[in-house]
């Protein structure tokens, strides 16, 4: 199918009128359509289901979604890895794993994405034994530049592939390490942003996932453990109690508290004290399916930097006294999480354990200065931002983070040399050079 849509993404920070919007059935209409494009000398971007807040997908030529390209084709119960369609969301590759008595080892906060978007930006949930879900891909398929269909197994190529931002190809499928299913125990707490900050190292530790985060200004931290557990006993209770915390908490009281603060300026100190007192603190029992993603109804702005797992503590100090000494009085929290050190060119935590520090702010509120205060810290300290959020970077900056930067390239140039899958955006990022040129 071949329409004109105005396309938006999930925050409606950006938008675009592709001349040619297309839902391919198959494969075999990939292929095709990869040809015309390449032929009529058009480029084409691929979007899953517009989760990112950086203008990754925006392009006024071809936009392909694979939203009719969805399904599991395979499990392989001796690796144990699943075969999944590029266009599969999350949530459904999730309980179909769960009826086969299998699960993906670690999430982030929502499922809605689909399969290729996630990996494609190296999506990651918090534990610093688990990897992001690129680093869990043993192979994908993908329509290349040229329109052939192209498996990559090797690992050079495959270390590029992984995190490629739909730069290398479309993926119409991807194999990822599986693990058998498990339920987690989750403990919530609300404790004094000090003392999360001095047991922090033996939270990382000591917990399968472990993350925390406050708001800017408030000395209150809420934290988060989740370990796996055989206890399911209590589970039944989770029907009333997790409807209650993932809408009207998680949701329903941010929205109404920055609604209100929106509106009467003066009432934001109070509104900020409130939240400690409405913080869910509870345990749960969840099942791997249900336990990690909540619904995202409040639309927010996001800023994301990996920093080294090394320097999580003189980071968070130095944000913590930049913000107050800004006054920075923001209804939404910043997070923070871990992730495991992997090998992939373009993965934020390439060749480094990290720690994972995201800032937010409501939809309609002005974020430049904030998110700008929060950068300059994240960038002193080396950090890499999330490709799916936002960020003031060059693509110099970008060259100098990455030490494969160029490996990268070679790869992606071998694949799509005429770089039919480039947009304005990409091509400004991949315009960054690692030295200074000597012309
Ligand atoms: C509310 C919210 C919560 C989030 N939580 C987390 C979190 O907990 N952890 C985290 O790491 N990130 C998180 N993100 C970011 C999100 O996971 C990433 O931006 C992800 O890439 C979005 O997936 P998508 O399917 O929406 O892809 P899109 O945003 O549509 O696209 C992302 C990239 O994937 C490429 N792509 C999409 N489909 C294909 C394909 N078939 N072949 C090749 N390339 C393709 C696109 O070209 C683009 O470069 C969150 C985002 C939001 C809005």
């Known amino acids: 199918m071949k329409r004109r849509i105005r396309f938006e993404n999930w925050n409606r920070n950006f938008s675009c009128r592709p001349a040619l919007y297309a839902e391919p059935h198959c494969v075999e209409d990939v292929v095709q359509l990869v040809r015309l494009g390449h032929n009529e000398g058009k480029t084409l971007r691929p979007v899953g289901s517009g989760y990112s807040y950086t203008p990754l997908v925006q392009t006024d030529e071809i936009l392909v979604s694979l939203n009719r390209i969805q399904g599991v084709e395979r499990i392989d119960r001796d690796i144990p890895a699943v075969t999944v369609r590029g266009g599969t969301r999350l949530f459904h590759l999730n309980r179909f794993l769960a009826s086969q008595g299998f699960a993906l080892g670690n999430l982030g ?5 689909t399969v290729a978007g996630a990996v494609s930006t190296a999506t990651h949930g918090t534990g610093l034994g688990l990897g992001n879900i690129s680093s869990e891909v043993l192979e994908i398929t993908l329509v290349d530049g040229r329109g052939n269909l192209t498996v990559i197994q090797d690992r050079p190529r495959l270390r590029a592939a992984a995190v490629s931002l739909g730069a ?10 599986i693990v058998p299913h498990y339920w987690l125990q989750v403990d919530r707490k609300v404790v004094e942003l000090d003392r999360a900050l001095d047991e922090l190292d033996r939270n990382v530790a000591n917990h399968r996932n472990f993350e925390f985060f406050w708001f800017p200004n408030l000395d209150f931290a809420f934290t988060k453990t989740m370990n796996l557990t055989a206890n399911r006993a209590a589970a039944g ?3 009333f ?15 109404v508290l920055n609604e209100w603060s929106r509106r009467f300026p003066g009432a934001r100190d109070r509104l900020l004290n409130i939240i400690p007192r409405v913080a869910p603190q509870e345990v749960s029992f969840e099942p791997a399916e249900r336990a990690y993603a909540t619904p995202r109804w409040v639309r927010h702005n996001e800023i994301e930097y990996a920093i080294d797992i090394r320097n999580v503590h003189r980071a968070l100090t130095e944000l913590r006294r930049s913000l107050h000494e800004a006054g920075t009085r923001v209804l939404f929290p910043i997070e923070v999480r871990f992730c495991r050190r992997d ?3 373009l993965s934020p935590s390439s060749d480094r354990d990290v720690a994972y520090i995201s800032a937010h702010t409501y939809a309609d509120e002005a974020y430049h200065g904030y998110f700008q205060r929060v950068e300059q810290i994240m960038k002193r300290f080396g950090g890499r931002p999330h490709w799916g959020k936002l960020h003031f970077l060059s693509g110099n900056d970008f060259a100098y983070l990455y030490p494969r930067w160029d490996d990268f390239h070679r790869e992606r140039q071998t694949l799509d040399p005429e770089g039919l899958y480039l947009n304005p955006y990409l091509k400004t990022i991949f315009a960054g050079k690692r030295e200074p040129s000597s012309g």
Request: charged share 25%.
């Open 241 to 255: 109690v997790r409807p209650v915390n993932d809408y009207l908490v998680e949701n329903g009281i941010l929205w």
């Open 343 to 345: 090998d992939l060119y």
């Open 109 to 113: 906060d929502i499922d809605r994405q």
């Open 237 to 239: 209770m989770q029907l």
């Open 168 to 177: 290398m190809g479309l993926m119409v499928s991807v194999k990822l390490k």
